[in-house]
């Protein structure tokens, strides 16, 4: 059974940072695309960083230069460091499958509140 479990939110002030983790059972953030999405408040989840199995990765505009997703293939995790993060960064956060198609279950989340 595969198990996708996020960490690592929290509260930030603006211009602060955080680093998320995800910690996958049961498939391999290495063999696939992986990656990070959010959901705000009374919004859709949308993806908003991806890794692909080359290394390659690609970001939606409002967090490129600020959002730095990555994976550790020997501890199977995959990670996002937020830099400069904005009130709306606020969201709750996820990892999964980069292809929507395939998204695994979805776990809880980790939540990240950007405010003064």
């Known amino acids: 059974q595969v198990q996708l479990v996020e960490s690592g939110g929290g509260l930030v002030q603006p211009g602060g940072s955080l680093r998320l983790s995800c910690a996958a059972s049961?498939?391999?953030?290495?063999?696939?695309?992986m990656g990070w999405y959010r959901q705000r408040p009374g919004e859709q989840r949308e993806l908003v960083a991806a890794?692909?199995?080359?290394?390659?990765?690609n970001y939606i505009d409002s967090v490129k230069g600020r959002f730095i997703i990555s994976r550790d293939n020997a501890k199977n995790t995959l990670y996002l460091q937020m830099n400069s993060l904005k009130p709306e960064d606020t969201a709750v956060y996820y990892c999964?499958?980069?292809?929507?198609?395939?998204?695994?279950?979805w776990g809880q989340g980790t939540q990240v509140t950007v405010s003064s």
């Open positions: 890794i692909f199995t080359s290394g390659s990765t």
């Open positions: 999964n499958r980069a292809l929507r198609t395939y998204a695994y279950s």
């Open positions: 049961g498939t391999s953030v290495r063999e696939f695309n």
